[in-house]
Nanobody, 126 residues
């Protein structure tokens, strides 16, 4: 069964860091571009980052650029999202998903992704 499982969320204070993991189960992650999305209460799901199959290309939303870093370890079948200098507005459920057409560029909407994980909650609050 093809499945993505997110982990690493939690409750942190503004300015803290977290590293989220997106682990693949039942398939090899190497062949896929992977996106990280988030959805806050009452808001639409938005893509915050995406990484190409090789890891050579990465994409970030303006709101997280310079603070978040996406990476992948294909040997561990896992994609990571390192989140630094967290702000209260980063509070959301974070999801990872597979890019349907195999690339990140030009595909930022959730409709362009599939095989969503169950999400991990990130709460930034003092």
């Amino acid at each position: 069964q093809v499945q993505l499982v997110e982990s690493g969320g939690g409750l942190v204070q503004p300015g803290d860091s977290l590293r989220l993991s997106c682990a693949a189960s039942g398939f090899t992650l190497d062949y896929y571009a992977i996106g990280w999305f988030r959805q806050a209460p009452g808001k639409e799901r938005e893509r915050v980052s995406c990484i190409s199959r090789s890891g050579g290309s990465t994409y970030y939303a303006d709101s997280v650029s310079g603070r978040f870093t996406i990476s992948r370890d294909n040997a561990k079948n896992t994609v990571y999202l390192q989140m630094n200098s967290l702000k209260p507005e980063d509070t959301a459920v974070y999801y990872c998903a597979i890019a349907k057409l195999g690339v990140c560029s030009g595909y930022s909407a959730p409709a362009g992704f599939r095989s969503w994980g169950q999400g991990t909650q990130v709460t930034v609050s003092s």
